[in-house]
């Protein structure tokens, strides 16, 4: 029997083969769908860069050579030069540590603790309920730059308080969802079922309600990913995020905006490698919504 | 927001005729119904045919019969992906088969109506029911402010619905399932269509509600001369309200008889299913259980 | 037949849902090993006493004993040893994304029982189940074995008292008389109490010894099965939902 055909048994003989078996037809329906393969592999490019970055970028990305400044994309420098003469491609390929590490740790700072806010709030209801929400609502209500500006002027800018910052502003829209699809099946009999068998509420809340709540958890993180990673080119834009000489995105654009009409590429090109991993985010996002999504996934 | 001039002509009315005379009201000739899946094209009718007259005829059949696939494909609404074929499929001396959804539109409600099972669903839940029983009229015909709630009301009476006016003015959420139920066949049959198909009328309700909106149906399809395709799993309940009664099973028709001799039935497959249900006077120590050859191994 | 004990009391139940009070002074005794329903139409309040005596519906006065003890308003860890429930809807009773061994095996690490594996087999045969069924999710299964998978859930602590919510409202025929038989098996063989909801009566003749008619939360008659089957039911609510459900009435 072939990998295959053990995976997609109809009658697998233990939990592991079930599983393995689910998470199969899922990937396979998922790469069924071509804008989710490019998103993909988009995704795959980026931490490859980031994994690879010192072996794979021809230059330093600090580098100095003012002799070298402002040079137009060349076989030399595929991207050109920027105004301190360091080597665009390299800085963007350095920048991808940068952006997937800030994407990497808002998603696993704020998604955790969204879904385990939103699952406990609605299944107990009542004042843990509104109290939850209540401090969700005052969180959610804050701008994510006007916050990030706050936590600036009090801890000092930097990579790692940018990040809290917008992790601060991310958790509260998972903990909704987690919340609205907590109350869908909060009262379905098979919660009822596992209560009557005399469950804990901590066995409910994590053995039956959390993994429901996962699938749309992992496509509301994956398309927000976008949004994180444009936040972050934000506050690196107005200096708040990583500081020089690190090659972040965003400040790298905003650097080049002095040098927009004449030497175009220094912004530019920070700007595509935005422009394509945020694509990439939604793409698989959407891919992933279309795979997970009980209401098209199920139903037999 | 509704069409009030029909798109295309109507084409002509089927002559009031007794059932069994030479012109069908709906003859239908080797209907298949196909869904694409992951494993290939699945038919779930396989090639059923019948005709039916002014007559009420019942199709019973379990789930996954194609009793409601047969119902809602000779009123066209089975989207793409899923692909109806026949050899033929005449309503009168229309081809069903070969009007564009255009003219359907102008078929659907107008000629051939259709009642689902669960008002709460079928029933739009932001308009009143006074709307939504005018809308079915001015679809297809243009009247007169007057008209309309003339017709309305009397449609509502002809119901059996106590107070038409109240009522009228009322949301579908502020009125119980057996009288959603009355308001769906008063908007199904107030453009007087020569055809209904019930498709589970009575299986939301309950039981003391489910005779009384059955007679209702009856009751219009008689005097009206309509014909009538009920739908349903409860064999029991097509035997008291229908003539004639075609079983399916797995997407054929297993067995074609009159009504009242469902109790002779032939096919081992609706005698099974004749035994299998538990009787008022229970006496059996264990039902007698159908033998499933299609469903082996699952 | 069981002794003199009782299996179920219930001493005027009255049980609210927020501001509506949904039944009204409900006095029933179910004696041990006897199957009895409780039958009536929607909004009769039929399911809401289920859910009450299980722990589901939590405001109610009045007095609930099961098994000679008496019952608290909430959810009872050893009381879900002793009584369990079986739903109406085999679609939204098992949990879609545990496999049907997880669903079986959940009661007994709740409980600490071991040998998982083993009585999980043997349940699953105990319903008419293949093995293969064992690890497959339940999407994968029909209306009718997702059913089975229901009972075989609410046998895994090997409960003596049965409370069934419509077990076979949502099969077709004949899965519905399969479901009965494998019900009527299992009490005999378990020696079980069954307290069914139902408003299918023929279901009734079939699997039950008395039942309950139950009215806009009320009960109107409580009466033995063969005076249901010869249909010399008393009262003349009754007597209408005897003729609807296709009875005929005798005599006069």
Redesign the interface.
């Known amino acids: 029997m072939t990998t295959r055909d053990w995976l997609l048994d109809?009658?697998?003989?233990?939990?592991l083969?079930?599983s393995l078996g689910?998470a199969y037809r899922v990937t396979a329906a998922l790469l069924r769908n071509p804008l989710a393969v490019l998103g993909a592999f988009i995704i795959l490019i980026l931490i490859f860069a980031a994994l690879l970055a010192p072996w794979i970028a021809p230059y330093s990305p600090v580098g100095q050579d003012l002799s070298n400044r402002l040079l137009p994309p060349s076989g030399a420098h595929w991207m050109g030069t920027d105004e301190l003469g360091r080597d665009i491609y390299s800085r963007v390929i350095y920048g991808a540590q940068i952006t997937l590490t800030i994407v990497l740790l808002v998603a696993v700072i704020a998604a955790p603790l969204g879904l385990i806010i939103g699952a406990v709030s609605g299944y107990f209801g009542g004042w843990v309920d509104r109290l939850l929400m209540g401090v969700t609502d005052i969180f959610l209500s804050m701008p994510k730059l006007i916050l990030a500006l706050a936590f600036v002027a009090a801890l000092g800018p930097g990579i790692e308080n940018a990040i809290i910052a917008i992790a601060i502003t991310t958790w509260p829209a998972y903990a909704r969802i987690a919340r609205a699809e907590t109350l869908t099946f909060r009262n379905?009999?098979?919660i009822?079922?596992?209560?009557?068998?005399?469950?804990s509420p901590l066995?409910v809340i994590v053995?039956?309600i959390l993994?429901?709540c996962t699938s749309s958890m992992i496509i509301r993180v994956t398309l927000d990913m976008a949004g994180i990673i444009l936040t972050a080119a934000g506050l690196g834009f107005i200096g708040l995020g990583a500081q020089p000489p690190l090659p972040e995105w965003g400040a790298m654009i905003s650097r080049g905006r002095s040098f927009i009409l004449d030497q175009w590429w220094v912004a530019t090109m920070p700007g595509f490698a935005i422009i394509v991993v945020s694509l990439g985010f939604c793409f698989l996002g959407d891919g992933l919504r279309d795979v997970l999504d009980?209401k098209q996934a199920?139903?037999? | 927001m509704t069409d009030a001039v029909p798109d295309a002509a109507p084409p002509p009315r089927p002559s009031p005729q007794g059932g069994g005379s030479e012109k069908a009201l709906l003859d239908i000739q080797n209907l298949r119904v196909s869904f694409p899946t992951p494993k290939g094209r699945v038919e779930v009718v396989k090639g059923i045919s019948f005709t039916l007259g002014r007559e009420r005829l019942g199709i019973v059949g379990e789930s996954g019969s194609g009793k409601s696939m047969t119902g809602r494909s000779i009123l066209k609404l089975i989207r793409p992906r899923g692909r109806v074929t026949a050899d033929r499929m005449m309503f009168g001396d229309t081809d069903l088969l070969a009007q564009s959804e255009r003219q359907m539109r102008a078929i659907r409600g107008a000629r051939i109506s259709m009642v689902m099972q669960d008002p709460k669903f079928s029933l739009n839940p932001v308009m009143t029911v006074g709307e939504q029983i005018a809308e079915a009229l001015v679809t297809h015909q243009k009247l007169q402010r007057s008209e309309i709630e003339a017709r309305v009301r009397a449609m509502l009476e002809a119901v059996r619905i106590n107070d038409p006016d109240r009522v009228a003015g009322l949301y579908p959420h502020e009125i119980s399932g057996g009288m959603g139920q009355r308001v769906m066949i008063a908007m199904m049959l107030i453009p007087e269509p020569d055809l209904l198909i019930a498709d589970e009328p009575t299986s939301a309700l309950d039981v003391s509600v489910q005779a009384q909106v059955l007679d209702i149906i009856d009751d219009l399809v008689t005097t009206k001369g309509m014909g009538l395709i009920l739908i349903s799993h409860d064999l029991n309940l097509v035997s008291r309200y229908c003539d004639r009664i075609l079983v399916m099973n797995g997407g054929q028709v297993v067995e074609e008889c009159k009504a009242s001799e469902l109790a002779q039935a032939k096919h081992p497959y609706t005698q099974g299913l004749l035994a299998a249900m538990p009787q008022m006077n229970e006496t059996r120590a264990e039902l007698p259980v159908l033998e499933r050859s299609q469903w082996a191994g699952t | 037949m069981g002794g003199h004990m009782s299996a179920i009391t219930l001493t005027d139940l009255d049980i609210s849902y927020g501001d509506t009070q949904v039944t009204h002074g409900i006095t029933l005794d179910i004696a041990e090993g006897e199957s009895f329903a409780l039958v009536g139409e929607s909004g009769s309040g039929k399911s809401t006493v289920l859910r009450a005596i299980a722990g589901l519906a939590p405001e109610w006065t009045g007095r609930i004993s099961v098994l000679g003890k008496a019952r608290g308003h909430g959810i009872d860890r050893q009381f879900s040893r002793q009584c369990q429930m079986v739903f109406q809807d085999p679609y939204g009773s098992l949990h879609p994304r545990k496999t049907i061994d997880a669903i079986l095996s959940e009661p007994l690490t709740i409980h600490g029982l071991g040998n998982r594996g083993a009585r999980v087999e043997a349940m699953l045969s105990a319903v008419g189940l293949d093995r293969r069924f064992r690890f497959r999710f339940p999407h994968q299964l029909s209306g009718g074995q997702r059913q089975r998978v229901v009972i075989a859930r609410a046998l895994m602590l090997e409960p003596k008292v049965m409370l069934l919510d419509e077990p076979t409202s949502a099969l077709d025929v004949s899965v519905q008389a399969e479901i009965l038989n494998l019900l009527k098996r299992l009490r005999r063989e378990q020696g079980l109490t069954y307290l069914l909801v139902t408003h299918n009566l023929p279901v009734v003749s079939f699997l039950c010894d008395r039942l309950a008619v139950m009215r806009h939360g009320r009960i109107v008659e409580v009466a033995g099965v063969e005076q249901l089957k010869s249909g010399q039911l008393a009262d003349a609510y009754s007597r209408e939902l005897f003729a609807a459900s296709g009875g005929e009435i005798a005599g006069g």
């Not at chain 1, 109809?10 to 939990?15: A, E, G, H, I, L």
């Not at chain 1, 009822?192 to 469950?199: I, K, N, T």
């Open positions: 109809d009658s697998p003989s233990s939990r083969q079930a689910r379905a009999e098979f009822a079922a596992v209560q009557l068998q005399g469950a066995r053995n039956h993994p429901l009980p199920e139903g037999k």
